[in-house]
């Protein structure tokens, strides 16, 4: 295994921290001594997020259940957090990995400084921190329309995290999203949600989808025999709307028990919105009251 990587992107404002599969760009914004010290700290926790998650991985690659396990490493415990109340479905921590190192990276970032504002992204998946006062908008991935669809996030409202999941990403999927956008109180709970909400965008059993078992791809890989997603062939809008709204009825619960902020469902060129996304700068995606109207047309 490589050594932890840390150098500035071309802005010079941007730090790239790279050790195997994690991936990060983190900034902060403040009193440039305050800034200098933060990104210190992120890259002295970097040197070892990776090995301790490493240590506890066959555990971390297990279903998890209601009633949370006891893990060393404060990522893996951020994880296990992340996936307990979601357990009716199957999920494991590493549903929440991306976000977990985001908002572990995060919380050494900030440790006793004085930012503005900060954020850890994890190949998309972010965790963000604003002080009283800030905002920052954040990109919607997987509307069609490149970075212009995006949402301000104040620091007054409960977003800290925002994680995006879909059979076209970099992780499998059980499901035929071609992205779930979530919004929630931490990087590794947006995560989480964002995976098992894209999972139930689904047509099971209809012969357009294209599945292969997970091992086949990855023989270490958590999901084992599961099916998971290598392509779509077209699909009706009929379709494409029912695979919405079992999504959406996921995304919906999650919001109502408070485990969510808001939730963007896309596929095949149509979307749909769970809860209230604050200023979403765009008027081309669906609410979720419009997809009763879809669904039945």
């Not at 921590?93 to 977990?100: I, L, N, Q, R, T």
């Not at 440790?111 to 920052?136: C, H, I, W």
């Not at 095949?268 to 209230?276: E, I, S």
Request: charged share 20%.
């Amino acid at each position: 295994m490589n050594e932890p990587q840390a150098h500035w992107l071309a802005d010079g404002r941007r730090l790239h921290l790279n050790h195997g599969p994690i991936d990060l760009v983190i900034e902060a914004f403040g009193d440039a001594v305050e800034v200098r010290a933060a990104y210190e700290q992120a890259v002295g926790r970097f040197q070892t997020i990776l090995s301790e998650l490493v240590e506890e991985l066959p555990a971390l690659r297990r279903p998890a259940a209601a009633a949370q396990r006891v893990f060393t490493g404060p990522t893996a415990r951020r994880m296990e957090a992340a996936v307990s109340p979601l357990a009716e479905r199957f999920v494991t921590p590493m549903a929440a990995v991306a976000g977990s190192v985001a908002d572990e990276m995060l919380a050494a970032m900030i440790a006793g400084r004085r930012l503005e504002r900060a954020y850890v992204n994890n190949g998309g998946d972010s965790a963000l921190y604003l002080a009283l006062g800030q905002s920052t908008t954040v990109a919607i991935a997987g509307t069609g329309h490149g970075f212009a669809d995006r949402v301000l996030v104040r620091a007054e409202d409960s977003v800290r995290g925002i994680a995006t999941s879909g059979w076209r990403g970099r992780s499998f999927s059980l499901g035929i999203a071609d992205a779930v956008t979530v919004l929630a109180s931490s990087g590794a709970a947006a995560d989480a949600a964002a995976t098992l909400i894209a999972n139930a965008v689904d047509l099971p059993g209809n012969p357009a989808i294209k599945r292969q078992p997970a091992f086949e791809l990855a023989p270490d890989n958590d999901l084992g025999t599961r099916l998971v997603t290598v392509e779509v062939s077209m699909i009706s809008p009929r379709e494409t709307a029912q695979a919405l709204q079992a999504g959406l009825m996921v995304a919906e619960d999650y919001r109502q028990r408070g485990l969510i902020t808001a939730a963007a469902l896309f596929l095949n060129g149509a979307n749909v919105l769970a809860g209230n996304f604050p200023d979403l700068r765009s008027d081309r995606l669906r609410s979720s009251d419009q997809t009763k109207d879809l669904v039945h047309a």
